[in-house]
């Protein structure tokens, strides 16, 4: 398109009446119909009196015109291309983005561009605050397009994902199995070796490492964190009782670190944490267990690899698709909700922990039934969303109700979300 409009401001130079005649061309034996580029070239050998700079002897009436037009026509083409280098620096807003690593540089995103509702921002974030919220990150695209924090709070203060951190896990597990560390259908006493739990050995036999990824190892949910032996107690075979129990969750990462011959943090930090910029490290609070701590941004980066399916832009960090896909689909047939340690939406049923009930519903009702979760003690949340685009962090206190996974406050704040984003 430049090229055409520069011709129409050089045709205009050259052949407007009779104003612009060629007397004489000597060297270059050029007539009206020569090749514009060498038209352009002649022209520019000109000072402003009409006088040859070279000795082409070609002699232009009125030249001061000449030179006026053609100084409009290469401003002109000169502002085109300006204005063309511009465009190309202007991010595209539906294209995915990923924050560079080593860098506290995040782009943003406004609520306009994305044609969200600004005015319903005010009453998420008050909600927010009133249930001891620290932290809450909406992220469209990988960029940030809402991030607040409580006034004792940054974006660099770290926070516990609780059983969030649990998804932490189930990647760390899908990379060691692709390494060819592990399988999933191996026996965790492979790994633990024998008399790991109270169990004979016909019944501890039963369960596998998949067991302990979907929350199905038939041990007694009720002993909470203890990992020992006799704590580890059977109430039914693997695979037939779902219930949400820590202790053989925790201990996959001692099946890693015993399958990789790597202690499980360093192992966690060298395949995926440090690949993706995150911060953040592994801390007990009773000897038993072993929770997460980050930043809410760090959060975030994590929930952004998963939204692309394990690959950091252009970087896979988790290729196993197989894995993947099962990770956040439903993993057994006795919670439907529930994937490899990942809470799932838009199930026909769904369970929680400390009890046995069946509930006769999607998790979060007000949800995108394609959302999947990280959900933790205290409504600790890194929602994503695939179809929007979405992921969403929320680190905080108590809101008011003591669960260790979803709770009521997801479906009330997810109103709350969809007032701004529809």
Request: contains cysteine.
């Amino acid at each position: 398109m430049i090229l055409f409009f520069l011709s129409d401001f050089v045709r205009i130079a050259f052949f407007m009446g009779t104003d612009y005649r060629f007397k004489e061309v000597q060297k270059y034996n050029m007539t009206a119909e020569h090749n514009l580029f060498h038209k352009i070239s002649l022209i520019f050998t000109l000072n402003y009196k009409g006088k040859l700079v070279s000795n082409t002897k070609l002699v232009v009436m009125k030249s001061r015109t000449t030179l006026f037009f053609l100084i409009l026509a290469v401003s002109i083409v000169s502002c085109s291309s300006e204005i063309e280098k511009i465009d190309d620096n202007i991010p595209n807003v539906n294209s995915a983005y990923f924050p560079p690593i080593g860098t506290d540089d995040w782009e943003n995103i406004s609520l306009a561009e994305l044609n969200w509702n600004a005015d319903a921002v005010p009453t998420l974030l008050e909600y927010a605050a009133s249930k001891n919220t620290k932290a809450l990150l909406i992220l469209k695209n990988g960029r940030i397009a809402v991030e607040w924090y409580a006034p004792d709070f940054t974006k660099e203060s770290p926070w516990y994902w609780a059983s969030a951190g649990k998804t932490l896990t189930a990647f760390t597990t899908g990379i060691a199995r692709e390494e060819g560390f592990l399988q999933l259908t191996d026996k965790t006493s492979t790994y633990l070796g024998e008399n790991w739990t109270s169990l004979s050995k016909e019944k501890e036999e039963l369960i596998s490492v998949w067991n302990q990824l979907t929350m199905t190892t038939g041990l007694d949910d009720t002993r909470g964190d203890c990992k020992s032996a006799d704590c580890l107690v059977y109430i039914s075979d693997a695979g037939t009782r779902w219930s949400y129990h820590n202790a053989p969750y925790t201990l996959i990462q001692d099946v890693i670190s015993n399958a990789t011959g790597t202690d499980f943090e360093n192992y966690y930090n060298l395949k995926l944490r440090d690949n993706i910029g995150m911060t953040g490290q592994w801390l007990s609070s009773n000897g038993s267990n072993n929770v997460y701590w980050s930043n809410a941004r760090s959060m975030a980066r994590f929930g952004l690899l998963n939204q692309h399916n394990g690959v950091w832009e252009e970087t896979t960090i988790l290729g196993d698709t197989n894995f993947i896909n099962e990770m956040k689909n439903t993993s057994q047939d006795l919670n439907k909700s529930y994937g490899y340690l990942w809470w799932l939406n838009g199930k026909e049923s769904a369970m929680i922990p400390n009890s046995q009930v069946i509930f006769q519903t999607p998790l979060i009702p007000n949800a995108p039934k394609d959302l999947y979760a990280g959900l933790g003690k205290n409504d600790q949340k890194l929602y994503i969303v695939p179809s929007l685009d979405l992921v969403i962090v929320r680190m905080g206190e108590n809101t008011g109700i003591t669960t260790l996974g979803p709770s009521s406050f997801d479906n009330e704040l997810w109103d709350l979300i969809n007032n701004v984003i529809n």
